[in-house]
């Protein structure tokens, strides 16, 4: 198990673009392994590529059912329906968390790390967290969504 150290907001790796995976390789299996043992032991429900300093189009997601992992390599957003509100906060900001409004249910197409298309229709925490993940590759931080920061205290 190898874990990767999770940069911080003020990292400008974070603010980047990253590029699409294009090589379905031992290396990408490694890391995607390495993402979800960091993603498991800092107990999240997502994280990005660029948020352990990769600037590649790749996010671990945690599944409905809490366990499963899902590793998306170069993921798109291909269909949202309704909307709702959530509470997000993010690795790389710790302790802010924030209400936002994303979509209810979120259809995402991508390839698994052995380079097969899979499409994915998620709701609820999860569809949120395609959004927001997939935001990461884009150099989006949640805080852009933010409609109100919670104190966490109350
Ligand atoms: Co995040």
Redesign the pocket.
């Known amino acids: 198990m190898a874990l990767r150290n999770i940069i911080k907001e003020g990292d400008e790796t974070l603010t980047k673009k990253s590029r699409p995976v294009t090589e379905f390789d031992k290396k990408l299996k490694i890391l995607v392994k390495d993402m979800k043992d960091t993603l498991k032991k800092a107990d999240g429900l997502?994280l990005?590529a660029p948020?352990i300093g990769i600037l590649r189009r790749l996010v671990i997601v945690l599944d409905d059912d809490g366990k499963t992992m899902l590793a998306l390599i170069n993921p798109e957003i291909i269909d949202t329906k309704g909307e709702q509100e959530a509470t997000e906060g993010?690795?790389?900001v710790p302790g802010v968390f924030g209400k936002t409004h994303r979509p209810a249910e979120v259809t995402v197409r991508a390839f698994n790390e052995k380079g097969e298309e899979i499409i994915l229709t998620r709701k609820g925490i999860t569809a949120v967290c395609f959004c927001?993940e997939i935001d990461?590759l884009n150099g989006i931080l949640?805080r852009e969504h933010v409609e109100e920061y919670i104190d966490p205290e109350d």
């Open positions: 997502g990005a948020q993010c690795l790389s927001h990461h949640f």
